[in-house]
């Protein structure tokens, strides 16, 4: 059975010492091993950013995409070879400025793969724009006099297009990171992680005390109900998107690959894609 060691690499991240994304890093490759998958079992689908650089720092398959389009490759893969697990990840402006089209079809349509989002409240890879998860009044190079515009709530946007798996952690918690992985990774449909995972090299606001100071864990709300939807938003509005844990999770919705009438289990590698003669002349004829 893989253990650890078997997801690492010799790829040496090129992330700036203290970036956040090492930590997601290493809850990905303890989970993985956690949950009993083999390194060719598991495929990580990134798009670009600092964050995108993921797919090529963890031993298994990887697919550096576009800005933006891991969701439509990875759910892709997904159903061409089901048997895969599949990971797709990037960073808050990857998902939620240029991807966000696809982010909130992908969790409508409730494929099974996770989706873990490093969220740095930053353009990082660019070198410090403001990105739709930047708070008001937060000044970059893009927003000299702070930005106007209000920071996009993504755990509510999920809920309210039907995500079955809403969860949230930081980068400073490996041990809770992991562990929502793992669930993320056992989950039958879409699940989306967002890991507040701190830009230490632009962002001088959200920092790693400053989300210290602000997250508030579920456990510290007495009789929280995770299958919950309403009590989730409500939560989640109340606390300003600060919460972390699994918020919300829908263990009975069936996966968009469960509801396709006759898709098969065995990946399409192993099956036999051959089409005989006969039914190929009759597909021709079809078309005459
Ligand atoms: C189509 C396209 N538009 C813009 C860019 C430039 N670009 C590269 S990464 C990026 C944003 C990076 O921020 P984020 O996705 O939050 O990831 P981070 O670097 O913070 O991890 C942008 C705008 C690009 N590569 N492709
Ligand atoms: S610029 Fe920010 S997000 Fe990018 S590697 Fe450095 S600390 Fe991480």
């Known amino acids: 059975m893989a253990t650890l060691k078997d997801f690492r690499n010799n790829v040496k991240p090129n992330w700036c010492p203290g970036c956040g994304d090492f930590s997601v890093q290493a809850s990905i490759q303890r989970a993985a091993a956690n949950v009993g998958l083999e390194p060719e079992q598991l495929a990580i689908v990134s798009g670009i950013g600092c964050s995108g650089r993921i797919s090529g720092y963890v031993n298994c398959y990887g697919f550096h995409g576009i800005h933006g389009r891991s969701l439509p490759i990875a759910q892709g893969l997904k159903m061409a070879n089901r048997e895969l697990t599949v990971l797709a990840s990037g960073g808050d402006g990857d998902g939620f400025a240029i991807g966000m089209g696809h982010t909130v079809h992908a969790i409508r349509r409730n494929i099974d793969m996770t989706y873990i989002v490093m969220d740095n409240q930053i353009y990082g890879l660019t070198k410090g724009q403001t990105s739709p998860r930047s708070s008001e009044g937060f000044k970059t190079k893009s927003t000299p006099s702070g930005s106007i515009e209000t920071a996009l709530a993504p755990l509510e946007m999920a809920l309210a297009a039907g995500a079955t798996f ?12 992991t562990h929502i992985i793992e669930e993320g990774m056992k989950h039958q449909g879409f699940s989306l992680i967002n890991v507040f995972s701190p830009c230490v090299t632009f962002n001088k606001v959200n920092t790693y005390d400053w989300f210290k100071e602000n997250i508030i864990d579920l456990e510290e709300i007495p009789d929280y109900d995770s299958s919950n939807r309403v009590m989730a938003m409500t939560k989640l509005m109340e606390t300003g998107g600060m919460l ?45």
């Open 244 to 288: 972390t844990g699994i918020i919300y999770q829908d263990k009975v919705k069936p996966s968009y690959e469960n509801l396709v009438p006759g898709f098969k289990e065995e990946g399409l590698s192993k099956q036999d894609m051959k089409i005989s003669q006969a039914d190929f002349d009759k597909l021709v004829a079809e078309f005459r």
């Open 166 to 177: 809403v969860a949230q952690s930081f980068s400073s918690n490996l041990k809770q990171l």
